[in-house]
């Protein structure tokens, strides 16, 4: 058995593209004689740097439309072979890459799969990216997961009908998340190669990389439920989230507590809130503009300039840290969980000026949808138990003992099925519970982790 690598691109950055091509490539040689290598531009009619690629691997399709989603159908139409793997035109595959992926593609149960993909750190939003992990799909457990990332996967066209395509509709994002649903449907699992040497991807040092990149993946929710009938990307009660987040009083967000520096601490608390926020606020626009519903007043430009000049204060502040070696300690987490990040005024007074909320929803569709309940208590509460497993023997190690790596946290929460983004967030609200009913007070858990809404949407 061989391989086709699909790579779907616009084409707006070649230099990164060709990058990619030449690295699916070196991996598809290790495939067989046939393996191939098929880029799909959308927008284009022609990208004269591929025309330098030489070598009879590599196949090139044009379409006039712009559409992700029909990109990556076009890949499945066009494939030579039934096993076919998926890599974002900005990432780099190892070059074991599409033996390991088709060796576990190969299993009769198996008619998708996804592996880690890490992210290339040159400064502080790329490591805040790579350190949360947020490429990789949601888990089930260690050899399974709940979504599909199309970063760095791979499926077996042959098993899975000639209907189970990825919807068109979706043409800019959330196609990954629907077809991931899709393939649930339709009675199948979706793999996790957790040993697999991870796809890097690429990350510019910008702020964008988080708030841009959110505000569309909380935009991709609506879609999905309006258009799909997703009824799982409801963000519950999205409304009174975020105006919470708008307030100088909103006190659950993430501290970050595990890192020893305290500039790393104040960063990543910063970008977490721009992260959840943007994904609410993308949220909140775009059903909006489905339901014909002003939920929020946006202004985009001014937003977009606060969070330009506050990420270059950021960056002004930690320029010498070194942030491909940040020391971690999970045993910190006991202590400093109710830290305060004093910057973090700033951003709720950005989001009261520029992307104000609404007081009052009229009746209607929005209305409905945002009325929605959330996770019952006990979920939450079960969750926090499975975390709870997980990080007390962290926690209660002997501090003679070195500290347990980002990797092997994120293994041990994976295998309790939950996911690097969310074990932190729940893991310094276990620190506080605990606290709290230390000193005999009743403790109540919030409706979700904040960090899941935004793990949760980057899915979609």
Same mark, same amino acid.
């Given at each position: ?5 699909g ?6 950055? !070649? ?11 070196r @991996?598809a $040689? ?13 927008g284009?009619?022609?990208l ?5 690629i030489a070598?009879?691997r +590599? ?5 006039? &439309? &712009?559409?992700?989603?029909a990109?990556?159908? #076009? ?11 998926? =890599?974002?035109?900005?990432? +780099? ?9 088709s &060796? ?5 149960d198996?008619?998708? +799969?996804?592996?880690?993909? $890490?992210?290339?750190v ?14 990789? @799909?949601?888990?089930? *457990?260690?050899?399974?997961a709940?979504?599909l ?7 077996? &066209? ?11 509709d979706?043409?800019t994002s ?10 649930h ?10 040993? @697999?040497?991870p796809?890097?991807? %690429?990350?510019?040092? /910008?702020?964008?990389e ?14 999905l439920?309006l258009r799909?009938?997703?009824a799982r ?6 409304? *009174? ?13 993430r501290?970050f507590a595990?890192?020893?520096d305290?500039?790393?601490r104040?960063?990543? #608390? ?7 926020s943007?994904?609410? +606020? ?8 489905l ?7 946006l ?22 840290v ?9 045993? $910190?987490?006991?202590? %400093? ?7 973090l005024?700033?951003?709720r007074q ?10 009052? =929803?009229?009746d ?12 019952q208590?006990?979920e939450y509460?079960a969750l ?8 007390h ?7 003679? /003992?070195?500290?347990?790596? !980002?990797?092997e946290?994120d293994?041990?929460?994976?295998a309790v099925?939950?996911?690097?983004? =969310?074990a932190?967030? #729940?893991?310094?609200?276990?620190a ?13 858990? !919030?409706?979700r982790?904040?960090?899941a ?6 899915? $979609?």
């Amino acid at each position: 058995m061989t391989v086709s690598v699909g790579i779907p691109t616009r084409g707006d950055d !070649p230099a990164a593209l060709v990058r990619t091509v030449r690295a699916a490539l070196r @991996a598809a $040689r290790t495939a067989g004689e046939t393996a191939e290598v098929l880029v799909v531009v959308n927008g284009r009619s022609r990208l004269p740097e591929l025309d330098r690629i030489a070598g009879g691997r +590599l196949r090139v399709h044009y379409r006039e &439309r &712009r559409n992700v989603a029909a990109a990556r159908n #076009a890949v499945l139409d066009a494939a030579a072979h039934d096993t076919v793997l998926y =890599v974002d035109d900005d990432c +780099l595959v190892p070059p074991s890459w599409c033996v390991e992926m088709s &060796r576990a593609l190969a299993r009769p149960d198996r008619a998708a +799969l996804c592996a880690p993909i $890490r992210t290339v750190v040159s400064g502080p939003v790329s490591a805040f990216v790579d350190y949360l992990r947020l490429f990789d @799909a949601i888990p089930v *457990d260690e050899t399974e997961a709940d979504t599909l990332t199309t970063g760095n996967c791979g499926v077996r &066209r042959d098993r899975l009908g000639p209907d189970l395509r990825f919807c068109e509709d979706l043409h800019t994002s959330g196609e990954d998340s629907d077809f991931g649903a899709a393939l649930h449907e339709a009675g199948h699992r979706i793999g996790w190669l957790s040993g @697999a040497p991870p796809v890097m991807h %690429g990350c510019a040092e /910008q702020i964008g990389e988080i708030t841009d990149r959110y505000l569309r993946y909380g935009a991709s929710a609506p879609e999905l439920l309006l258009r799909r009938n997703r009824a799982r990307v409801v963000t519950h009660r999205a409304l *009174d989230w975020y105006r919470e987040r708008t307030r100088d009083e909103f006190r659950t967000y993430r501290r970050f507590a595990e890192f020893t520096d305290p500039r790393v601490r104040a960063a990543f #608390a910063v970008y977490e809130y721009l992260m959840i926020s943007s994904a609410l +606020l993308g949220y909140l626009v775009r059903l909006g503009e489905l339901t014909g519903c002003l939920l929020v007043e946006l202004d985009r430009t001014a937003l977009d300039r606060a969070w330009r000049d506050l990420a270059a204060r950021i960056e002004a502040a930690t320029r010498d840290v070194d942030w491909t070696a940040l020391p971690v300690d999970y045993r $910190r987490i006991a202590t %400093g969980a109710s830290e305060r990040q004093p910057a973090l005024a700033e951003v709720r007074q950005v989001l009261r000026t520029h992307a104000r909320p609404v007081s009052v =929803v009229p009746d209607g569709p929005a209305a409905e949808i945002l009325a929605r309940g959330g996770e019952q208590p006990g979920e939450y509460l079960a969750l926090l138990e499975r975390v709870r497993r997980v990080w007390h023997p962290i926690r209660d190690a002997d501090p003679d /003992q070195p500290a347990v790596t !980002p990797s092997e946290f994120d293994r041990r929460m994976r295998a309790v099925g939950v996911s690097f983004a =969310v074990a932190g967030a #729940a893991a310094e609200y276990c620190a506080l519970v605990d606290r709290i009913a230390a000193k005999g007070t009743d403790a109540h858990p !919030p409706r979700r982790t904040t960090t899941a809404v935004a793990h949760r949407a980057e899915q $979609r």
